[in-house]
């Protein structure tokens, strides 16, 4: 690992490793040193195929040879394919296809204040929850419950209300009020630690959300395509929502996101109502295409679920007698290692044992590796994981 010379003309916006990463193979990722990682972060629950994927690989090259991006002035075949595909996974009808998750979100946004207008809310809101992540456009921003990531940037956005995550009484005490048109959440947080709600959560805020004609809108930014052992982690809970927004490991890397909608929230976006440039264009529907197809054949769904019960299990095991463990916690592989202190300085220690993990929230370490992860990586992410530790 050698240190990389301070670039001085790319904004100073990320705090990042010493490490340049030049090519990947799988679960695999080799430094500008020649030095081999075991990925176990996937581009932050991007690449659930592993890096360089030659499906991936043919299926873009392909692509670019023939058409990269036309506009939305056109039909887009390949559009058409993926929204039909998204939504027989999904259970939603419709699809806006951007570039991010954030974009993603500021559509699920406006299709909720859309709504609230067609209802004569004159201020419609948007319940959100503490510790919630939802991008960095102001609207996202504002959505977002870290108010160490506001700072600076107020004025923020008005329509939003907050409660915490989790907690079904604070919801029922908003249903009296008469501006409530939606609620958006994570189905399970992942930049503010990785929290996993009680088992019935889902299930009674779409309760809810029926009861009171609120949009219920779920974040499935970092949870979905096949992330926590199911192609939406609002699967788990057997519920639909009315919104459901994508993008992260849509394109494996290639920038994608979706706005799913169905019911009444597919009719607030009409012509002139929203756009995107790029959104959804040719190569970008071609690498989800190939994405959705591909964990289908290799059922790297199942898989997600079978090795991440089986990544909790070791870990338990191997951290039983670990007294610095405050939780740990898992859906698919979605794992967080919840410690009773600050732990930041563990993702550089990984890295010394050519291991790449984050930690979110200050004290817990997040693990996101590549769907393709199989035993033997597993094995090997724990026991480097449980020695560090130790
Ligand atoms: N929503 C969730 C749950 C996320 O985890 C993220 C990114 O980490 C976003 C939204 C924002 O996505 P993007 O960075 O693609 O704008």
């Known amino acids: 690992m050698k240190s990389v010379a301070m670039s001085t003309h790319v904004m100073p916006t990320y705090t990042r490793l010493p490490i340049t990463f030049e090519k990947g193979q799988g679960v695999w990722l080799w430094d500008d040193q020649g030095k081999r990682y075991l990925d176990a972060l996937s581009g932050i629950a991007v690449c659930g195929l592993g890096h360089a994927h030659e499906g991936i690989q043919n299926a873009l090259a392909i692509q670019a040879g023939r058409l990269i991006h036309t506009s939305n002035l056109y039909q887009v075949g390949l559009q058409e394919n993926l929204a039909q595909k998204l939504s027989h ?45 939802h991008g960095r456009t102001l609207a996202t921003l504002t959505a977002t419950g870290n ?78 395509i096949g992330r926590t052992g199911r192609w939406f982690a609002y699967q788990h809970a057997e519920i639909i929502p009315d919104v459901c927004t994508l993008a992260k490991a849509l394109g494996n890397g290639v920038p994608i996101g979706a706005c799913l909608t169905r019911g009444e929230a597919s009719l607030q976006l009409t012509a002139g109502k929203h756009g995107s440039t790029f959104g959804g264009n040719p190569l970008a529907c071609c690498a989800a295409l190939t994405v959705i197809d591909t964990i289908k054949q290799e059922n790297l769904v199942e898989q997600a679920a079978e090795m991440g019960r089986y990544i909790i299990d070791r870990l338990s095991d191997s951290l039983k007698n670990n007294n610095h463990i405050v939780n740990l916690q898992g859906l698919g592989l979605m794992i967080g290692i919840e410690l009773d202190r600050p732990c930041g300085e563990l993702t550089q220690k990984a890295l010394k044992q050519q291991l790449l993990i984050n930690v979110t929230a200050g004290n817990t370490i997040r693990l996101l590796p590549p769907l393709i992860l199989k035993k033997p990586e597993a094995d090997l992410l724990v026991d480097t994981l449980s020695n560090l530790l130790a």
């Open 147 to 224: 108010p160490t990531a506001q700072k600076g940037f107020e004025p923020l956005v008005e329509g939003f209300i907050r409660v915490p995550f989790d907690d079904i009484d604070a919801l029922n005490v908003l249903r009296k009020n008469p501006n409530i048109v939606a609620v958006l959440v994570e189905p399970v947080q992942g930049e503010g630690g990785v929290n996993i709600p009680s088992k019935d959560y889902l299930k009674r805020l779409r309760r809810i959300c029926d009861d009171s004609k609120w949009l219920l809108m779920l974040d499935e930014v970092q949870t979905g």
């Open 89 to 133: 996974l999904s259970g939603l009808d419709h699809v806006f296809f951007c570039n991010s998750g954030a974009e993603a979100n500021e559509a699920a946004i406006k299709i909720a204040r859309s709504y609230g207008h067609r209802l004569d809310i004159e201020i419609p809101t948007i319940v959100v929850m503490e510790n919630s992540f």
